[in-house]
């Protein structure tokens, strides 16, 4: 490595920050000068993903490259580790132990993210758990089909400090094992941000809540799938309370009608901050979703929401025009004159109820007949500023897109 003639640092900054993913010139600049090395650096390694085969020879060798090379591992902002894709036995998923992950982050002084897609958390045969020490801080923290057993998942969390946990597919093989079993005495989970996607009722209720530190909850995003995800959530949302601020509904996947009891087992009346409410729903002929259900989950809501977003995808039984029936019969005018009802009268501080509708046919196109609809029978709403649809359905000039011919 030679001198170059000296360009600016801001200039060389602004330069690999355009460069962007761009690997290959990103690797003929770090070895340009010493200044265009370290700037090159901060791209090259910010990203890190890793997809290793059965076992965790992958693993282990970046282990040793991360110790060995600090003037890289500095740089590094991301880390994925990942099992191959499609092959979701046991059997083929690498090996991630706590030993592991804690001699690789040790060594990842700047590390925010980190994610596990497909493998298996484990403990080397004959080995005892490691010693606790100060959880790894993250500011976000994702769990992908992983696999483990309940005791090792336990051990697996309290490596970390997470300001967002999300966990998507049942993490553990035996959920009817708890903290006691794996030798734990207090919850170990006390992420301000928690979004659940797949995870079965059995595991909320028998390894996350009883993991989570009482009222550290400040949002929760989760999908509702079954009919037991209700109480089991509402299990959750209890335990935080005090602090629960934000709660992100989505029942786009239910395939069961759940009546006014299982909304009501939610809880979310005890949320005595709750102040900002999202629920993403399918509507169409085939759906057990009504529009009513809007009106059915909200009834049990604290009075204190000030934000309401409804993201609702309208679903056609054939191919037709924006005026096809089987859309128009799931969002009708006295639906939409309930639910203003109710809000005008319980929820005296809202600020804004938005409305994201989007056809399946033509998702980029306002359905104009539902959006007018819902104006035409929200009119307190409406004339009062509160009623607004969402940005993406609105020009450069924030007005409403009109529907393709």
């Known amino acids: 490595m030679h001198d170059s003639p000296r360009v600016p640092g801001d200039i060389i900054s602004e330069i690999t920050e355009h460069l962007g993913g761009d690997m290959a010139t990103l690797s003929v600049c770090s070895v340009v000068s010493q200044s265009w090395t370290h700037e090159a650096r901060k791209h090259l390694f910010r990203e890190i993903a890793l997809q290793s085969e059965k076992g965790d020879n992958d693993f282990q060798e970046f282990a040793v490259f991360v110790k060995e090379h600090p003037e890289a591992s500095c740089f590094v902002k991301q880390l994925k580790l990942s099992g191959r894709p499609h092959r979701a036995g046991d059997e083929h998923r690498p090996h991630v132990a706590p030993q592991l992950i804690s001699s690789i982050l040790e060594h990842l002084p700047n590390v925010k993210e980190l994610s596990f897609y497909g493998v298996l958390f484990t403990f080397p045969i004959r080995s005892p758990p490691p010693p606790l020490s100060s959880p790894f801080a993250l500011e976000h923290l994702t769990c992908f089909n992983v696999s483990a ?32 079993d794996a030798g734990i005495s207090a919850p170990i ?30 949002r929760l995003d989760i999908a509702i799938s079954q009919p037991g995800h209700p109480t089991a959530i509402g299990r959750l949302i209890n335990k935080s309370s005090g602090t629960m601020g934000e709660f992100r509904l989505d029942i786009s996947g239910l395939r069961y009608a759940l009546g006014p009891a299982a909304w009501q087992a939610l809880n979310l009346t ?49 191919p037709g025009t924006m005026a096809d029936p089987v859309i128009s019969r799931n969002v009708t005018g006295d639906d939409c004159a309930q639910l203003e009802a109710l809000l005008v009268s319980k929820y005296r501080k809202l600020e804004k109820l938005l409305f994201d509708l989007r056809d399946v046919m033509d998702p980029y196109v306002l359905p104009e007949q539902i959006w007018n609809t819902i104006r035409e029978s929200m009119p307190r709403l409406r004339d009062k500023g509160v009623l607004t649809l969402h940005p993406r359905l609105r020009n450069s000039q924030g007005e409403e897109k009109a529907p393709s011919l």
């Open 270 to 318: 005890s949320c005595a901050a709750l102040s900002s409410f999202s629920i993403s729903i399918n509507l169409g002929v085939h759906t057990p979703v009504q529009f009513s259900t809007l009106l059915a989950i909200l009834s049990h809501c604290p009075p204190t929401l000030r934000h309401i977003a409804c993201f609702i995808t309208l679903h056609r039984a054939t």
């Open 149 to 180: 057993t309940a005791q090792v998942w336990f051990r697996m969390m309290q490596l970390f400090s997470a300001a967002e946990l999300k966990i998507h597919l049942d993490p553990v093989s035996d959920s009817r094992r708890g903290l006691k």
């Open 189 to 218: 989970i006390a992420a301000p941000s928690l979004k659940l996607a797949g995870v079965p009722p059995m595991s909320i209720e028998k390894v996350l809540e009883p993991a989570l530190v009482s009222n550290c909850l400040q």
